[in-house]
């Protein structure tokens, strides 16, 4: 979970924050069942997924503004 958490925050690719961000997930849920709140683990194991997604549709249209507004500040240098 440490590894997880550093890495999203020293990693400057959004992709390898995804992974990292995976990384982390997968610590949270090995210590909430090490800590045997399993009805917690299993609701964020189903949760875990759907918050990767949005990240990456997060990173994605990040991603799309950044181009566009490259674009808009080349077309006002010309």
Same mark, same amino acid.
């Given at each position: 979970?440490?590894? &997880?958490? *550093? $890495?999203?925050? =020293?990693?400057? /690719?959004? @992709? +390898?924050?995804?992974?990292?961000? %995976?990384?982390?997930?997968? &610590?949270? *849920? $090995?210590?909430? =069942?090490?800590? /045997?709140? @399993? +009805?917690?683990?299993?609701?964020? %194991?189903?949760?875990?997924?759907?918050?990767?997604?949005?990240?990456?549709?997060?990173?994605?249209?990040?991603?799309?503004?950044?181009?566009?507004?490259?674009?808009?500040?080349?077309?006002?240098?010309?």
């Amino acid at each position: 979970m440490l590894i &997880g958490s *550093i $890495g999203v925050i =020293v990693l400057p /690719k959004p @992709l +390898d924050k995804v992974i990292m961000f %995976a990384l982390l997930q997968a &610590g949270f *849920i $090995g210590t909430v =069942v090490a800590a /045997k709140y @399993l +009805d917690v683990a299993m609701a964020a %194991a189903i949760f875990d997924p759907i918050a990767t997604v949005i990240f990456l549709m997060a990173i994605i249209k990040l991603n799309e503004i950044r181009v566009k507004k490259r674009d808009l500040e080349g077309e006002h240098l010309d």
